[in-house]
């Protein structure tokens, strides 16, 4: 939307088409690109410190609670597998 008082430059993009302006550019186009640079720059530095949160929080809570899990998981596998070996080796003296 304009802003009273910003003067409009037309842009003739074809110029074998005199008199027809493909669009429309506000002068004071720096102004603009400096806001966007600085909003830009905002997002950037939000990202870095949302990206730095959330690697702090999966060093400090989700990686223990996998590992903890993991290694529960990994012993009551090793004790199946063992009674598993044993109910193979009764069966093979049976036979």
Not at 35 to 42: E, L, M, T, Y
Not at 61 to 73: D, F, G, L, N, Q
Request: aromatic share 6%.
């Amino acid at each position: 939307m304009m802003k009273p008082g910003n003067r409009v430059t037309r842009v003739n993009i074809n110029p074998n088409r005199q008199g027809e302006y493909d669009r429309i550019r506000p002068q004071g186009g720096r102004r603009a690109s400096v806001r966007f640079n600085r909003s830009v720059a905002n997002i950037a530095e939000t990202l870095e410190k949302e990206t730095a949160e959330l690697v702090t929080y999966l060093n400090d809570e989700v990686v223990p609670a996998v590992r903890t899990h993991s290694s529960k998981a990994l012993r009551t596998a090793a004790g199946k597998l063992s009674e598993f070996a044993d109910f193979l080796e009764t069966q093979r003296k049976s036979s």
